[in-house]
């Protein structure tokens, strides 16, 4: 997978309704190294974004795309619920 763009990361978020700490890889190695769990709070969410496009290692996987949702993680339940109602 190539990395997100900035704009597909902005439309992501917004759709998702999460926070956007919700998706970075928090238990990857390199969110580690930049000592992101202490630097993200001051920053900006245009800074975020910027920093989640430029390394798609730091964007938490699995993530799954739909026309009207995003999902950041693998909880089985809510993929479940999502994929259901867009089969049904």
Known sequence: MDNPTAEEIKKW???????????FNTSGQ?????ELSEKL???SEDEQIKLLAKDGMLVKR?????SDFVITGFK?????EKLLKKNK
């Open 41 to 43: 709070p001051d920053m």
């Open 76 to 80: 089985e339940g809510e993929w479940e």
């Open 62 to 66: 699995p993530l799954l795309v739909g």
């Open 13 to 23: 978020h917004k759709m998702s309704g999460a926070e956007l700490k919700k998706f």
């Open 30 to 34: 390199i969110y580690r190294s930049l």
